[in-house]
Nanobody, 121 residues
Framework: QVQLVESGGGLVQAGGSLRLACAAS????????MGWYRQAPGKQRELVAA???????NYADSVKGRFTISRDNAKNTVYLQMNSLKPEDTAVYYC???????????????WGQGTQVTVSS
């Protein structure tokens, strides 16, 4: 089994910054893609940012230039630096990781429990 534990959420004023972290642990041989998603009340979960094991990244248009995703492969951890936060960024943020349990196995998606980010105007 694999556990993803997120941290770093909270309440911040518009224009402020937060840094989220997500640490994966358990039966892990390799993690391929890692990413952050968010879900606001009444809306579908959406991709915020993602990164490959090699470091390639992609972002939702709404966060480009404000958010930065990074990862530490040695620590099985992914980060999301969020700057210039807006009230519309308010949501529960979830991390996702594609994990291989053996050297020759396929990868399986795992999700964290979510962390609340609230941006006040």
């Amino acid at each position: 089994q694999v556990q993803l534990v997120e941290s770093g959420g909270g309440l911040v004023q518009a224009g402020g910054s937060l840094r989220l972290a997500c640490a994966a642990s358990g039966s892990i041989v390799r993690i391929n893609g890692m990413g952050w998603y968010r879900q606001a009340p009444g809306k579908q979960r959406e991709l915020v940012a993602a990164t490959t094991r090699g470091g390639s990244t992609n972002y939702a248009d709404s966060v480009k230039g404000r958010f930065t995703i990074s990862r530490d492969n040695a620590k099985n951890t992914v980060y999301l630096q969020m700057n210039s936060l807006k009230p519309e960024d308010t949501a529960v943020y979830y991390c996702n990781a594609d994990v291989a349990h053996s050297y020759y196995s396929a990868t399986y998606p795992y999700w964290g429990q979510g962390t609340q980010v609230t941006v006040s105007s």
